[in-house]
């Protein structure tokens, strides 16, 4: 019996991915978990494992088509059969027959994942009976079954605790380590996440801001002229990440009142501290570089600052403060910026934090970055020093409300103590928005960043 396959819920409010590739062909017989399409979603370029065992009927997309979830991608013919996965290839005694689960409802399936909770509070935790192992697919996101994988769980064992009996990676991860997963989110919460109070606006979470076309925004753009009259011209289509980031930047600029405040750091001493130390840091596997200085810096300015570690809720005139410093590094690939997350900043050494930006900047250029590779930022650094100028204004990564962007350092004559001396000076400009900060926050905040970046034996305690 035929069964198509939809492009799921990829969590983090997403609602539509471009296809990279097609990994099988039609025909192809394939196990359980078996690659089956790449998609570039607005974050992340995403493997997409088959959802069941089965042979391939029709291939319904193709590369570089956009499609929407809830779009057939697959049609599997005897999705049923015993295709043994990799993880049932061994032998096993027989098992009784299964009975398949009711499919989550299109609300629930459609709930990003940031709304989900361990238990939905209609039925005390203590009683809710094991969900029954299925013969179906299991509802979980591409980045579920992936860390599934990786931790040797079948998710047909994992007691689904997510809306719609969709399986989390808690739950995986209080799988693999044999506990059972604990509910950390309030049923009143969860309740008023799911229905909201009637009339009341709903503002966007943190993780779900999904770009909208620019007149939902009150920005109908002009009909172009066109240039055809005037001359030859080409027309090349925009990639899926260019039109997000596209759409994205419009959101930003159109909702938020920046500000920007410039200010340099004398960082001589600590130019020197890099250079001192190339080397040893190098027999350690380790390329050091000022970003690893300037995460830091601005980790423990945030938390003398934390209205810039925040995102504002304008419907429920709330500002939310983060206490959990999670930082965002633009990196700029061939398909565009992309902002991978470092998280705990402020909790790490800067040796740890060299390591595991070099390691997160390469999975992002090479197109290999995680969903949660790059969700749950609070605030971003750009660093267009190695590309020149003298400085710039970045736009905020909405959400957030603050973005430090940092330009090349260079020496220059400057007076001290009554003699002019060369010292290494570097640009800097924060950007905030000016409904959550004034001026005077702004300066003291950049000021705290160049304290630390002047004082360079501060951030070496860790080291």
């Known amino acids: 019996m035929p069964r198509p396959f939809a492009l799921p819920d990829l969590g983090e409010g997403l609602t539509e991915a471009e296809i990279v590739k097609v990994l099988v062909n039609e025909g192809d017989v394939l196990a359980e978990d078996a690659p089956l399409l790449e998609v570039e979603t607005d974050k992340a370029t995403v493997e997409i494992p088959s959802p069941f065992a089965g042979r391939v009927a029709r291939i319904h997309v193709g590369p570089g088509q956009t499609v929407k979830v809830g779009e057939v991608l697959v049609t599997f013919d005897d999705a049923g059969q015993a295709v043994p996965s990799a993880r049932d290839r061994a032998p096993a005694p027989p098992t009784p027959a299964r009975t398949t689960a009711p499919p989550a409802s299109p609300r629930a399936a459609a709930a990003p994942e940031s709304t989900l909770v361990a238990d939905d509070g209609r039925r005390p935790a203590a009683t809710r009976e094991p969900a029954p192992a299925t013969t179906g697919p299991v509802p979980a996101t591409p980045a579920t079954r992936r860390l599934a994988r990786e931790l040797g769980v079948d998710l047909r064992a994992v007691r689904a605790t997510g809306r719609g009996g969709r399986v989390t990676d808690e739950d995986v991860r209080s799988a693999a380590s044999g506990a059972r997963a604990v509910a950390t989110r309030p049923a009143a919460a969860a309740l008023r996440a799911e229905a909201p109070a009637p009339g009341r606006a709903v503002s966007p979470a943190a993780d779900r801001a999904v770009a909208k076309p620019l007149v939902t925004v009150g920005m109908e753009p002009p009909p172009l002229p066109r240039f055809e009259q005037w001359g030859p011209v080409e027309r090349q289509p925009l990639s899926h990440l260019r039109r997000t980031i596209a759409e994205r930047m419009t ?178 400009s924060l950007t905030f928005d000016h409904r959550i900060a004034d001026g005077a926050d702004g300066a003291r905040f950049a000021s705290a960043i160049v304290r630390r970046l002047e004082r360079p034996e501060q951030l070496l305690l860790e080291w």
């Not at 750009?382 to 590309?387: E, F, K, M, R, V």
């Open 251 to 428: 959101l930003s600029a159109t909702l938020i009142p920046h500000v920007t405040h410039f200010d340099r750091a004398d960082i001589t001493e600590l130019d020197a501290i890099i250079r001192r130390n190339v080397e040893p840091a190098r027999e350690r596997g380790i390329t050091l570089t000022l970003t690893s200085f300037l995460l830091k810096a601005a980790a423990l300015a945030l938390q003398e600052h934390p209205q810039f570690n925040a995102s504002l809720d304008p419907a429920a005139g709330e500002l939310i403060v983060k206490r959990y410093h999670h930082l965002g590094v633009a990196v700029a690939t061939e398909r565009g910026l992309i902002v991978p997350v470092i998280r705990d900043v402020d909790r790490k050494s800067l040796v740890e934090l060299q390591r595991e930006l070099a390691a997160l900047a390469q999975r992002v250029r090479e197109g290999k970055a995680t969903l949660d590779d790059l969700r749950g930022g609070t605030f971003t650094i750009t660093n267009i020093g190695a590309l020149g100028g003298t400085g710039a204004i970045p736009i905020i990564n909405y959400p957030e409300v603050a973005i430090l962007g940092v330009a090349r350092g260079r020496e220059e004559p400057v007076v001290r103590e009554g003699r002019i001396v060369p010292r290494m000076l570097l640009p800097i």
